[in-house]
Nanobody
Framework: QVQLVESGGGLVQAGDSLSLSCTASGGTFSAYSMAWFRQPPGKKREFVATIVRSSGSTYYADSVTGRFTITRDDAKNTVYLQMRDLKPEDTGVYYC?????????????????WGQGTQVTVSS
């Protein structure tokens, strides 16, 4: 069973950039599709981006397309989320998730493995 640990959150100003990391242990990282979700204050957790195992195909929520980039380094068992031009509405707890399947899965209920989350706060 894979364990996930996120890092890199913090407090930034609107327009700034920030990079999140999620390091996995306890499993064969390359066998997992990976995703980032976020939970804004008072709202449900929502899909941000995913990178599919094997193919490396990426998909993004409309709200972050063009501003966020998800990448992975299988040699380091790590998935990254590079965020630029951050907006106050990007504020939330960011979670990485893992799924041992190939395909596009955008519902949080599809993902069995989760990190503890890292807070991102964007001030206006």
């Amino acid at each position: 069973q894979v364990q996930l640990v996120e890092s890199g959150g913090g407090l930034v100003q609107a327009g700034d950039s920030l990079s999140l990391s999620c390091t996995a242990s306890g499993g064969t990282f390359s066998a997992y599709s990976m995703a980032w979700f976020r939970q804004p204050p008072g709202k449900k957790r929502e899909f941000v981006a995913t990178i599919v195992r094997s193919s490396g195909s990426t998909y993004y929520a409309d709200s972050v397309t063009g501003r966020f980039t998800i990448t992975r380094d299988d040699a380091k068992n790590t998935v990254y989320l590079q965020m630029r031009d951050l907006k106050p509405e990007d504020t939330g707890v960011y979670y990485c998730a893992a799924l041992m399947l190939y395909g596009l899965f955008m519902e949080d209920t599809d993902w069995p493995y989760w990190g503890q989350g890292t807070q991102v706060t964007v001030s206006s």
